[in-house]
């Protein structure tokens, strides 16, 4: 028996209860991980909710990203071993002292990393990864608006993309973490409760708007996202903290410029071993070289999981959030 965290009926942080549960010994292609910390990500809310089924049914595990040393493998596996030192993006279940995960999700955590930096990094920064080299490529002569840039996703992004040599407008909420952005690669940081972020944004750019528009925030920032952009922009629509963008009918896209959207989705960028491994690889290497600093805001005891997701959910929080067995 393991402790974790199980939802057995979706709703509020409230459903997040601390059980003892049954790990069978790893199958063929699975390693059992002993956690030593768990990422907290916005995904989970939306699993814990039931705005995303869990694709195993109730009750579940929830959690995705994690990072500990491998007690044991299953039959067939050998990309890593027992005593591996690991991080991981996977399919829901990290919420728990130990797991078995699919051996092909692992990547290896180099000692000149820390387990707390492996937990809040995998997720976050390989969506930062492909999001800025694969949805967009973004470089040089490149202005983007990323909101939430105080946020753990957002931090990661202000760092990547000066060091890509972008221009970089975010947007966050109040003067604390507009700060927090702009000393962490936003040459902008528009503060959303007090100004008009569509305006700030053609007054920054002098009427011509951004290349590419990052938006985790998802209904309160829609249509406004798609009126910062430029003829042939890209709207990046990767979260829905604020709730589902509402349907809309596509002809709005060209209306307001030819404009480009997509809704993109990490599971779907690392789906391909190679694919992980190109992706996991960069970002451990800008971690590893301090062009990438891992935020780290919060840590919480696993049993206190409930309240990580209210200080997620309520913007309580900056930078990364982490469980700890």
């Not at 999001?131 to 753990?152: C, D, M, S």
């Not at 451990?284 to 206190?304: C, M, Q």
Request: proline share 7%; glycine share 12%; net charge neutral.
């Amino acid at each position: 028996m393991v402790k974790a965290i199980q939802v057995r009926e979706t709703g509020g942080p409230e459903m997040l209860v601390l059980a003892d549960v049954e790990l069978p010994p790893p199958g063929a292609g699975e390693a059992r991980v002993r956690h030593a910390a768990i990422g907290v990500n916005f995904i989970d809310c939306y699993f814990r909710s039931g705005l995303y089924p869990s694709p195993t049914g109730l009750p579940f595990i929830p959690g995705s990203e994690g990072a500990g040393v491998v007690e044991a493998v299953g039959p067939g596996v050998t990309l890593v071993k027992p005593g591996d030192r690991v991080a991981y993006v996977a399919s829901p279940g990290s919420y728990a002292a130990e797991r078995n995960v699919p051996a092909d999700r692992l990547i290896i955590l180099p000692e000149a990393i820390s387990f707390e930096t492996g937990a809040a990094m995998m997720l976050k920064g390989m969506t930062v990864q492909y999001l800025l080299n694969r949805t967009f490529k973004v470089g040089p002569g490149t202005t983007i608006l990323f909101h939430a840039a105080a946020g753990g996703v957002g931090l990661i992004a202000g760092a990547w993309a000066k060091a890509l040599g972008a221009t970089i407008i975010g947007t966050a909420g109040g003067p604390d973490k507009c700060a927090l952005a702009k000393s962490r690669g936003y040459d902008h940081v528009i503060d959303y409760r007090s100004e008009d972020f569509v305006a700030r944004v053609k007054d920054l750019t002098g009427g011509a708007g951004v290349d590419v528009v990052y938006d985790s925030i998802g209904k309160d920032t829609f249509p406004a996202s798609l009126d910062c952009l430029k003829p042939l922009g890209m709207w990046v629509t990767f979260g829905n903290a604020s709730g589902p963008v509402p349907p809309f009918s596509t002809q709005i896209l060209s209306q307001k410029g030819s404009l480009f959207a997509t809704r993109p989705t990490l599971f779907t960028y690392i789906a391909k071993r190679a694919d992980l491994e190109a992706t996991a690889g960069d970002l451990v290497a800008r971690v590893a070289d301090g062009t990438v600093p891992i935020e780290i805001s919060a840590r919480y005891p696993l049993e206190k999981a409930a309240d990580a997701h209210r200080d997620l959910e309520g913007r309580k929080t900056t930078g990364a959030v982490v469980l700890i067995p």
